[in-house]
C-alpha cells in the first residue's frame, strides 16, 4: 500500500508541477488577420483582439510616461506603402490612472485596428509586420507584453464576391453571409468595417453597461454553498474533533493555530485545485457546446437528479475506504504533514454530502471562461474552511455551537429538494434549444410547484423520509421556512394562467411555450396588436417574440420589411438558454414605453444563436471568422454576431438603418433599467430620421 502511495503522490506531483509551469504561459489576447479590398489600388488591413474575461488591452495613443501602448510596424516594400495611422474601434474607454497619473485609453472584450494602404504594383504579395503592446488584469494586478508577427496576403485580380480576402490563418475564397446589392459598395453583412463609419449619439447619458458581471456572484453563491456544506450531516460533527486535534498541538496553543491557519488554506488550495482541473480539461472552447447542445444538457441534468436521490436519502456517495485510510495514516505522523492530509481527510469524508454542492457549482461554472470554476472552488473553499480555522483560533467559541441532532439531515433533505428544482432548468435548455416541446412553461411550473409543496410539508413534518428522526414539535425558524416556502408555491400558481412572474425571469421557459395565456388571448381577440408586419416571418412556427411584438428571426427578411415600411432595425441576438435575456424581455420589454417603441419605431429582429435547427443546403454559409461551415440557424447568426460585430455574448441590441448600417456605435448589453433602453431606441429613431433628412 505504501509503494502505491508513493507511485500515487508522484503522478499528482507530475501533474501539478506540469500545469503549473503551463499556467505561466498567459496569451490572454488572440489575434485574427483579415484584408478588405476597398478600391482597385486601396485594400484595408485589420487585426481582429479578442481579450480573455477581466483583461485588458491598452490602446496606441494616449500621454508618455503610463503603460506600454500598442504599437504596429509594417515591413517596408515597394509593393505598397500605408495611408494615414492605425486606427482603432470601437472607442477605447478612458480612466485616469492614480499610479501613473495620466489618463490612460485600453480595450475590454475586443478590439478592431485597421490600416490602410496603396498598392503599387499590379502582382500579388505579401505585407509582414509585428505588433507589440501590454495586456494587464484587474484580478491581480499581472501585465503581460504583447508581441504577434502578421502577414496579410494581397491576392490581386482573385477577388471573391464580395471583395473580401481573409488571409492564411483562416482560409480564402469565403462565401458570406448574404449579399446585399442594395448596400453601399456592395459591403457584405459579414463585414463589421461599417461600424467606424456609423453615427455616434456623443449623449453620455445612455448608459451602457457590460454584460459580464456573473464572476462575484458564481463567487457568492459558491460562498453561500459552502457555508451551508459546513450543517450537513458529514461535516458539521467533524468540527469539534478537528478542532480539538490543533488545540492539543505539542507545539504548544501558538503552533497549533499556526497549523490551523495552515490547514484552512490546504482546504482551499484542495478545492482550487479541483476547480483548476475543470478549467484546464474543459475550457472556455467548450463554453457553446456545454451550453446549448442537448447531450452535456442531459447529462448535467441526470447528476443533478442522482445527487437530490442521494441528498433525499435513496443512496450515499462513497469515495473508496482505501483513499480515506490513506489520508487518515498520513495525518497521523504529525508536523506539518498532517494538518494538509487531515483537510484531504475533511474533503473525502464529507465527499457525501459536499459532492452535490461543488458539483452543482462545477456544472453551472463549467461552460464559462477559464477562471470561472476557480472563482467557484475558491468561493466554496473558503467557506468551508473558515469554521474550523475560527474555532481552531478561539476554540471558546465551540460552546455556543448546536449539537448535531436530526436537524442535520433536514438540511440535507432540503437540498435534494432544491437540487431537483434546479435540475429542471438543464432539461429545459435542451428542450428549447431542439423544440422539442417536453418542457414547456406550464409543465416546469407544476413540477416546481409540487416540489416546492411537497418541501413544505417535510418542513412542517408531514414527510418523513427513511434516515428522518421523529419529529415531535414544529420549531419557530422550520415554521418559518415552511411559510416562506408555501408563499413561494402561492406566488407560482397565477404563472400557470399566464402571470409573468418577473422575480423568476430567466429561470423559467420563456412565455411563448406557455399554452394558455390569457394575456395572450385577450391581446389577440380585442385587437390590441395593431403592429405592422410585411410577410409572415420565417421560423413563426417555433420562434415568437415575448409580449405580442411583431418581428423576424431572419435577417434578410427583416431588412427587406424595414426598407418596405421605411424603418429603422432592432436586432435582438438571443438565445434559448440566455437567462439575462429573459429578465431584459420580462422586465424592460414589458415596460408600456419600450413596447411602444419598439412596436411603431421599429422593424425586430430577433436572432437566436443557439437555435439548433437545420437549415436547408442553400441557406448554409462558410464564415468569415473561422473558415467552417454553418449549417444551424443558430450557429449562423452566432458567426454573423462574431464576424459583423466582434462580440458573441447575450443579450445584445444593435440598431441599424434600413441598409443595415449601424445607427448607435455602442451596442447595448444588460441593463434592467427601462429608462436607459428607451433612450437608447429614441437615439436611434431621432439619428435614423436625421439622416433619412440630409
Given at each position: 500500500m505504501t509503494k502505491r502511495?508513493?507511485?500515487?503522490?508522484?503522478?499528482?506531483?507530475?501533474?501539478?508541477?506540469?500545469?503549473?509551469?503551463?499556467?505561466?504561459?498567459?496569451?490572454?489576447?488572440?489575434?485574427?488577420?483579415?484584408?478588405?479590398?476597398?478600391?482597385?489600388?486601396?485594400?484595408?488591413?485589420k487585426a481582429k483582439a479578442t481579450i480573455d474575461d477581466t483583461w485588458h488591452l491598452y490602446s496606441q495613443y494616449f500621454e508618455d510616461g503610463g503603460p506600454i501602448p500598442m504599437k504596429f510596424t509594417f515591413k517596408k516594400s515597394s509593393d505598397y506603402k500605408t495611408i494615414g495611422k492605425v486606427k482603432e474601434y470601437p472607442k477605447p474607454h478612458k480612466e485616469y490612472d492614480d499610479i501613473f497619473e495620466i489618463e490612460i485609453k485600453y480595450f475590454s472584450k475586443s478590439a478592431i485596428f485597421t490600416?490602410?494602404?496603396?498598392?503599387?504594383?499590379?502582382?500579388?504579395?505579401?505585407?509582414?509586420?509585428?505588433?507589440?503592446?501590454?495586456?494587464?488584469?484587474?484580478?491581480?494586478?499581472?501585465?503581460?507584453?504583447?508581441?504577434?508577427?502578421?502577414?496579410?496576403?494581397?491576392?490581386?485580380?482573385?477577388?471573391?464576391?464580395?471583395?473580401?480576402?481573409?488571409?492564411?490563418?483562416?482560409?480564402?475564397?469565403?462565401?458570406?453571409?448574404?449579399?446585399?446589392?442594395?448596400?453601399?459598395?456592395?459591403?457584405?453583412l459579414t463585414n463589421d468595417a461599417n461600424i467606424p463609419d456609423s453615427i455616434d449619439t456623443g449623449k453620455s447619458e445612455i448608459n451602457i453597461i457590460d454584460e459580464n458581471t456573473s464572476l462575484w456572484t458564481l463567487f457568492w453563491i459558491a460562498f453561500g454553498l459552502g457555508l451551508v456544506a459546513i450543517v450537513t450531516p458529514c461535516v458539521f460533527p467533524m468540527i469539534p474533533m478537528t478542532v480539538s486535534f490543533f488545540m492539543h498541538d505539542k507545539g504548544g496553543k501558538k503552533q497549533g493555530r499556526k497549523k490551523a491557519v495552515f490547514f484552512g488554506f490546504?482546504?482551499?488550495?484542495?478545492?482550487?485545485?479541483?476547480?483548476?482541473?475543470?478549467?484546464?480539461?474543459?475550457?472556455?472552447?467548450f463554453a457553446n457546446f456545454l451550453s446549448t447542445h442537448w447531450f452535456p444538457n442531459?447529462?448535467?441534468?441526470?447528476?443533478?437528479?442522482?445527487?437530490?436521490?442521494?441528498?433525499?436519502?435513496?443512496?450515499?456517495?462513497?469515495l473508496p475506504n482505501w483513499l480515506i485510510a490513506k489520508s487518515d495514516e498520513q495525518a497521523d505522523k504529525g508536523g506539518w504533514v498532517a494538518p494538509f492530509f487531515m483537510a484531504f481527510t475533511l474533503v473525502v469524508v464529507s465527499f457525501s454530502c459536499t459532492g452535490p454542492l461543488v458539483g452543482s457549482i462545477l456544472v453551472e461554472s463549467a461552460g464559462g471562461?477559464?477562471?470561472?470554476?476557480?472563482?467557484?472552488?475558491?468561493?466554496?473553499?473558503?467557506?468551508?474552511?473558515?469554521?474550523?480555522?475560527?474555532?481552531?483560533?478561539?476554540?471558546?467559541?465551540?460552546?455556543?455551537?448546536?449539537?448535531?441532532?436530526?436537524w442535520l439531515n433536514s438540511v440535507k433533505v432540503i437540498l435534494g429538494f432544491l437540487e431537483l428544482a434546479l435540475g429542471l432548468k438543464f432539461l429545459s435548455m435542451a428542450d428549447l434549444?431542439?423544440?422539442?416541446?417536453?418542457?414547456?412553461?406550464?409543465?416546469?411550473?407544476?413540477?416546481?410547484?409540487?416540489?416546492?409543496?411537497?418541501?413544505?410539508?417535510?418542513?412542517?413534518?408531514?414527510?418523513?423520509?427513511?434516515?428522518?428522526?421523529?419529529?415531535?414539535?414544529?420549531?419557530?425558524?422550520?415554521?418559518?421556512?415552511?411559510?416562506?416556502?408555501?408563499?413561494?408555491?402561492?406566488?407560482?400558481?397565477?404563472?400557470?394562467?399566464?402571470?409573468?412572474?418577473?422575480?423568476?425571469?430567466?429561470?423559467?421557459?420563456?412565455?411563448?411555450?406557455?399554452?394558455?395565456?390569457?394575456?395572450?388571448?385577450?391581446?389577440?381577440?380585442?385587437?390590441?396588436?395593431?403592429?405592422?408586419?410585411?410577410?409572415?416571418?420565417?421560423?413563426?412556427?417555433?420562434l415568437e417574440l415575448p409580449h405580442g411584438l411583431k418581428g423576424y428571426f431572419d435577417y434578410e427578411q427583416g431588412l427587406a420589411c424595414a426598407k418596405e415600411q421605411n424603418k429603422p432595425i432592432f436586432i435582438d441576438f438571443t438565445g434559448h438558454g440566455c437567462v439575462n435575456c429573459r429578465k431584459m424581455e420580462d422586465n424592460v420589454w414589458a415596460d408600456t414605453y419600450v413596447l411602444q417603441v419598439l412596436k411603431e419605431d421599429y422593424v425586430i429582429i430577433s436572432l437566436y444563436v443557439d437555435d439548433k435547427t437545420l437549415l436547408p443546403k442553400e441557406d448554409w454559409i462558410t464564415s468569415s471568422f473561422d473558415g467552417k461551415i454553418k449549417k444551424t440557424l443558430g450557429s449562423k447568426y452566432a458567426d454573423y454576431q462574431i464576424s459583423r460585430f466582434g462580440m458573441n455574448s447575450q443579450p445584445a441590441y444593435i440598431l441599424l438603418d434600413q441598409n443595415g448600417?449601424?445607427?448607435?456605435?455602442?451596442?447595448?448589453f444588460y441593463n434592467p433599467d427601462p429608462k436607459e433602453f428607451v433612450k437608447y431606441l429614441k437615439a436611434g429613431v431621432k439619428i435614423y430620421k436625421n439622416t433619412e433628412t440630409k
Open positions: 502511495f508513493f507511485i500515487l503522490t508522484i503522478i499528482v506531483t507530475v501533474l501539478l508541477t506540469a500545469f503549473s509551469v503551463n499556467a505561466q504561459i498567459l496569451e490572454p489576447v488572440k489575434w485574427k488577420f483579415y484584408t478588405k479590398k476597398i478600391s482597385e489600388d486601396v485594400y484595408e488591413l490600416q490602410k494602404i496603396k498598392i503599387l504594383n499590379d502582382k500579388s504579395f505579401t505585407v509582414k509586420g509585428s505588433l507589440e503592446g501590454q495586456a494587464c488584469t484587474d484580478t491581480d494586478g499581472r501585465c503581460v507584453p504583447i508581441k504577434e508577427d502578421f502577414e496579410f496576403k494581397i491576392v490581386l485580380n482573385k477577388i471573391t464576391n464580395n471583395d473580401t480576402i481573409v488571409s492564411e490563418d483562416t482560409t480564402e475564397n469565403l462565401d458570406t453571409l448574404t449579399n446585399d446589392t442594395s448596400a453601399t459598395n456592395n459591403k457584405s490546504s482546504i482551499i488550495f484542495i478545492y482550487t485545485v479541483i476547480g483548476t482541473l475543470v478549467a484546464v480539461l474543459l475550457g472556455p472552447e442531459i447529462i448535467f441534468f441526470l447528476i443533478f437528479i442522482f445527487f437530490a436521490a442521494s441528498f433525499l436519502g435513496m443512496f450515499e456517495i462513497m471562461q477559464f477562471v470561472e470554476p476557480v472563482i467557484g472552488m475558491l468561493g466554496f473553499s473558503l467557506a468551508f474552511a473558515l469554521p474550523f480555522t475560527l474555532f481552531a483560533f478561539f476554540p471558546q467559541m465551540l460552546q455556543n455551537i448546536p449539537k448535531s441532532g436530526g434549444t431542439y423544440h422539442w416541446g417536453l418542457l414547456d412553461r406550464e409543465v416546469y411550473l407544476a413540477l416546481w410547484i409540487v416540489i416546492f409543496t411537497l418541501m413544505g410539508f417535510y418542513l412542517l413534518g408531514k414527510l418523513k423520509f427513511s434516515h428522518d428522526s421523529d419529529l415531535d414539535y414544529i420549531k419557530v425558524p422550520r415554521l418559518g421556512f415552511a411559510v416562506l416556502t408555501f408563499a413561494f408555491v402561492i406566488y407560482m400558481i397565477p404563472g400557470m394562467f399566464g402571470a409573468p412572474l418577473k422575480a423568476l425571469s430567466g429561470y423559467l421557459p420563456p412565455m411563448k411555450t406557455h399554452d394558455y395565456d390569457l394575456n395572450r388571448i385577450i391581446r389577440d381577440n380585442t385587437g390590441n396588436n395593431m403592429q405592422d408586419q410585411c410577410d409572415d416571418a420565417k421560423y413563426s412556427d417555433f448600417k449601424v445607427l448607435v456605435k455602442k451596442p447595448y
